[in-house]
Antibody, heavy 120, light 107 residues
Framework: EVQLVESGGTVVRPGGSLRLSCEGS????????MTWVRQGPGKGLEWVSD????????GYADSVMGRFTISRDNSKNSLFLEMNNLRVEDTALYFC?????????????WGQGTTVTVSS | DIQMTQSPSSLPASVGDRVTITCRAS??????LNWYQQKPGKAPKLLIY???NLQSGVPSRFSGSASGTDFTLTISSLQPEDFATYYC?????????FGPGSTVDLK
């Protein structure tokens, strides 16, 4: 079964840091681009960041540029999101997502999400 | 950055209705447009990719079309399990923005 499992979400103070992880199984992790998408409480979906198959290329939303860093370890079938200088508005459910082979094929596989709460 | 808009934001409908949701991109995105369905408390589900291609396993009552920067998701005959929020998303160039969502609820 193709599966993505996120972890690392917790409550953190404004200005704090956090590292989210996502482990993939049931597919060849190194063959797919990966993305983080978030959803604030009662809000819509927000694309956060994506990373290429080999990890050498990454993109970021303007709202997280310079604060968040995406990375991956294909030997461990894992995706990461390093989050620094967290703000209240970063509070959200963070989804780890796999594409369908390229961005053309859409975001095909979603994890269940991990919750990040930024609050004093 | 490319912005996405959707209409309507809310759509009251009944089982059996034909439902149409529109998404517009702020500039040309060719056919790099996807549609997702999300139910409360669940992760989104890919319905349509590349504007018109039905994702494997998605019922054929769902379809997508494109005309310039305007894209449409159509549900030909609404079923009880289709009450949900629908999002478009472009994947033309980073950042791959989502639309604000359209909620189909019971009339």
């Amino acid at each position: 079964e193709v599966q993505l499992v996120e972890s690392g979400g917790t409550v953190v103070r404004p200005g704090g840091s956090l590292r989210l992880s996502c482990e993939g199984s049931g597919f060849s992790f190194e063959d797919y681009g990966m993305t983080w998408v978030r959803q604030g409480p009662g809000k819509g979906l927000e694309w956060v960041s994506d990373i290429s198959l080999n990890g050498r290329s990454a993109g970021y939303a303007d709202s997280v540029m310079g604060r968040f860093t995406i990375s991956r370890d294909n030997s461990k079938n894992s995706l990461f999101l390093e989050m620094n200088n967290l703000r209240v508005e970063d509070t959200a459910l963070y989804f780890c997502v796999r594409d369908g082979g390229s961005s053309w094929y859409g975001m095909e596989v979603w994890g269940q999400g991990t919750t990040v709460t930024v609050s004093s | 950055d490319i912005q996405m808009t959707q209409s309507p934001s809310s759509l009251p409908a009944s089982v059996g209705d034909r439902v149409t949701i529109t998404c517009r991109a702020s500039q040309n995105i060719d056919r790099y447009l996807n549609w997702y369905q999300q139910k409360p408390g669940k992760a989104p589900k890919l319905l349509i990719y590349a504007a018109t291609n039905l994702q494997s396993g998605v019922p054929s009552r769902f379809s997508g079309s494109a005309s310039g920067t305007d894209f449409t998701l159509t549900i030909s005959s609404l079923q009880p399990e289709d009450f949900a929020t629908y999002y478009c998303q472009h994947c033309h160039s980073v950042p791959f923005a989502f639309g604000p969502g359209s909620t189909v609820d019971l009339k």
